[in-house]
């Protein structure tokens, strides 16, 4: 009934609606989203429809919906075949470049939201990344969206981007905290959640299988 719903909402250009209707999906049943069943092949498609919806600016919110289907996953399910899956990783990873305080998009915002925009997952990553491995994580992500509007997306792209992701949850695993940190929790939540996306999406199996 919700995914009718949803889809009624899109249709109505009511992307704020759906997306509300939406989010509570993965509260009715957790851990129930996956290819296997019609029920969750609807709830699948219709976080599908809401984040590819361009209309629709909330850019935070459809991050959250991405990272919710994606976290829900059981690796042990095949999604290879699913476009719509696909989709919502690709479009996870380009809110990740867009919301990026490197992110040109960014800079009309108020110092408020840019000094916010500091401590976002993906700049954390970048910071690191840049320092430990002198690499640009938005050099290789930008190319990955450059590659993927083309059409063909190089297993060594793929195996680099996942290793710096995993190379970061692993180093901030092991900092020594004096207390736990709500906001650090959730960065190492949504970049894990990138990384395994990564990996599940590289092309070749023995690549991803070997990456880490």
């Avoid at 993927?148 to 900092?175: E, P, Q």
Wanted: negative net charge; contains cysteine; charged residues 20%.
């Amino acid at each position: 009934v919700k995914c009718r719903a949803i889809h009624h909402a899109m249709a109505g250009s009511m992307p704020g609606a759906a997306a509300a209707i939406c989010r509570s999906l993965f509260y009715d049943a957790y851990g129930d989203v996956g290819p296997s069943t019609a029920s969750s092949l609807a709830k699948l498609h219709a976080v599908e429809e809401v984040v590819s919806d361009e209309s629709y600016d909330d850019l935070e919110t459809k991050k959250e919906l991405c990272e919710m289907l994606i976290l829900q996953y059981d690796d042990n399910l095949e999604i290879n075949c699913s476009v719509a899956f696909n989709k919502v990783c690709g479009i996870s990873a380009m809110l990740d470049h867009r919301m990026s305080r490197h992110s040109r998009e960014q800079q009309h915002n108020s110092k408020r939201r840019r000094e916010h925009l500091l401590s976002r997952p993906l700049s954390r990553l970048h910071q690191h990344t840049l320092s430990e491995y002198n690499a640009d994580m938005h050099a290789l992500i930008a190319d990955l969206i450059n590659q993927t509007s083309n059409g063909a997306v190089h297993d060594s792209l793929m195996n680099a981007l996942s290793r710096f992701v995993i190379y970061w949850c692993i180093s901030d695993a092991k900092m020594l905290r004096h207390q736990l940190n709500v906001a650090e929790k959730n960065d190492a939540a949504e970049n894990l959640a990138l990384g395994c996306s990564l990996i599940l999406q590289i092309p070749s199996l023995l690549t991803a299988k070997n990456c880490v």
